[in-house]
């Protein structure tokens, strides 16, 4: 997808961000970025300035806390996250630079237009964690678990590869479940119902669940496989 033809639903920008936020972005983030000018492949591991044994993709990042999180347990491995929502990306670069995480990069714009850009196979893992639920039905779709989104992924993920998706709103999740059940390329096997209703140990709890949790929602965690 190219720039031209994007259209992107939702916040840039939230609260005017303070110093801190401010200088993340103005300084930090040119060094974290992922370049997307021109338009050929982009190899991911070749943006970490060191060898990576794989590359972790976070799609909706929100304030970072996930993917920072999982970079600081993760050492070896490459974890882009992609957060049109400028307050996010600071909030991200900014933790990135107190815990010296070498291994974050960014894209603070649509991750479709990364999506295409990356080579087959290049992606390890991939999460998306608590996406805008869009719940008005003439907003559907814009819902990012859809089938060309779940394509592309299906594309860049070699068999194995687990894909984590969550939720707290009801309705996406019967959404979710349907066209990721209905894709070809992935496999959703839980073996009890812990699986869906408990947060693994290496996945720790973001922002939007924190919120969904105190309003009394229950989220649902999908542990999706790469078919064969
Ligand atoms: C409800 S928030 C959840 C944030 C975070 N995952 C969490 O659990 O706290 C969904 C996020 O997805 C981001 N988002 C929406 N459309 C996106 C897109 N096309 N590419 C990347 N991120 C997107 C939004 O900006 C928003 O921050």
């Not at 997307?36 to 970072?64: H, K, N, Q, T």
């Not at 600081?72 to 815990?99: C, H, K, T, W, Y």
Request: net charge positive.
């Amino acid at each position: 997808m190219t720039a031209a033809k994007r259209e992107l639903h939702g916040r840039r920008v939230g609260r005017p961000l303070r110093h801190r936020g401010q200088r993340a972005l103005q300084e930090l983030l040119p060094k974290l970025r992922v370049p997307l000018a021109g338009d050929g492949p982009i190899d991911p591991c070749a943006l970490f300035g060191r060898a990576v044994d794989g590359v972790w993709l976070e799609i909706g990042s929100g304030d970072g806390t996930h993917a920072a999180w999982q970079a600081a347990q993760n050492p070896d491995i490459g974890v882009i996250a992609v957060e049109p929502f400028m307050n996010g990306i600071a909030s991200l670069v900014a933790m990135a630079e107190e815990r010296q995480l070498t291994n974050i990069r960014v894209l603070d714009d649509d991750v479709r237009l990364l999506l295409d850009r990356l080579p087959p196979q290049s992606i390890n893992r991939a999460f998306i964690l608590f996406p805008d639920p869009w719940p008005k039905r003439r907003h559907w779709r814009r819902r990012i678990v859809n089938p060309s989104v779940l394509d592309e992924l299906a594309r860049l993920m070699p068999i194995g590869a687990e894909l984590r998706v969550a939720t707290d709103v009801q309705d996406y999740l019967v959404w979710m479940l349907r066209v990721l059940r209905a894709h070809p390329d992935f496999d959703w096997a839980p073996r009890s119902a812990d699986d869906w209703r408990v947060r693994p140990h290496d996945w720790p709890g973001t922002r939007f669940e924190e919120k969904g949790l105190e309003a009394g929602r229950r989220s649902t965690y999908l542990s999706m496989k790469r078919a064969a």
